[in-house]
T-cell receptor, first 113, second 119 residues
Framework: AQSVAQPEDQVNVAEGNPLTVKCTYSVSGNPYLFWYVQYPNRGLQFLLKYITGDNLVKGSYGFEAEFNKSQTSFHLKKPSALVSDSALYFCAVGGSGNTPLVFGKGTRLSVIA | GAVVSQHPSRVICKSGTSVKIECRSLDFQATTMFWYRQFPKQSLMLMATSNEGSKATYEQGVEKDKFLINHASLTLSTLTVTSAHPEDSSFYIC???????????????FGDGTRLSIL
């Protein structure tokens, strides 16, 4: 069975500082990893994915994620946080064809001005 | 980019009413769509996988007679909450993925959700 874990319920960071939202995964076989963001009363927006290739994946809104096979991690990062980045972030694994993604519990990011 | 449209965005109705939620993929075809339920400050709970032209696959604990899913075309799936009660109040989100040859491991695209409030 595939799963992801987001160890932090809440991450607080000052505006302009770098941010990291953590995710670890457990899969048998090749991992296919995704990050999504959810703003209040909205659906999830796709940020980026790792399927294969470079370990550093660049996505939307200046976000990037680093795939680390030895640590089974896929942390989301941004060099300089914005107040508008405050939202709920979900890591997900797997999913192809008619198989749904498996989501982590989510991490709430608060960027403080 | 791939867009999923979900309507209505908000529904407030009396107990016993049936409510239909529509999910459309606007610029791609989706043989499979997914329906999720989200409680406040919690992650998404997969309710069912909707397959075009066939019966939906429900997750354990989800009543198929309560939550009727119809996937009539490659761009439309509907979720009907039958005889809704206050405990059915929640945020319902649909999702779809582009499928077909050469489209493996595509991301799921999500609608904006429907806030259902049963009085």
């Amino acid at each position: 069975a595939q799963s992801v874990a987001q160890p932090e319920d809440q991450v607080n960071v000052a505006e302009g500082n770098p941010l990291t939202v953590k995710c670890t995964y457990s899969v048998s076989g090749n991992p296919y990893l995704f990050w999504y963001v959810q703003y209040p009363n909205r659906g999830l927006q796709f940020l980026l994915k790792y399927i294969t290739g470079d370990n550093l994946v660049k996505g939307s809104y200046g976000f990037e994620a680093e795939f680390n096979k030895s640590q089974t991690s896929f942390h989301l990062k941004k060099p300089s946080a914005l107040v508008s980045d405050s939202a709920l972030y979900f890591c997900a694994v797997g999913g192809s064809g008619n198989t749904p993604l498996v989501f982590g519990k989510g991490t709430r990011l608060s960027v403080i001005a | 980019g791939a867009v999923v449209s979900q309507h209505p965005s908000r529904v407030i109705c009396k107990s016993g009413t049936s409510v239909k939620i529509e999910c459309r993929s606007l610029d791609f075809q989706a043989t499979t769509m997914f329906w999720y339920r989200q409680f406040p400050k919690q992650s998404l709970m997969l309710m069912a996988t909707s397959n075009e032209g066939s019966k939906a696959t429900y997750e354990q604990g989800v009543e198929k007679d309560k939550f009727l899913i119809n996937h009539a075309s490659l761009t439309l799936s509907t979720l009907t909450v039958t005889s809704a009660h206050p405990e059915d109040s929640s945020f319902y989100i649909c999702s779809a993925r582009s499928t077909g040859a050469g489209l493996s491991h595509q991301p799921q695209h999500f609608g904006d959700g429907t806030r259902l409030s049963i009085l």
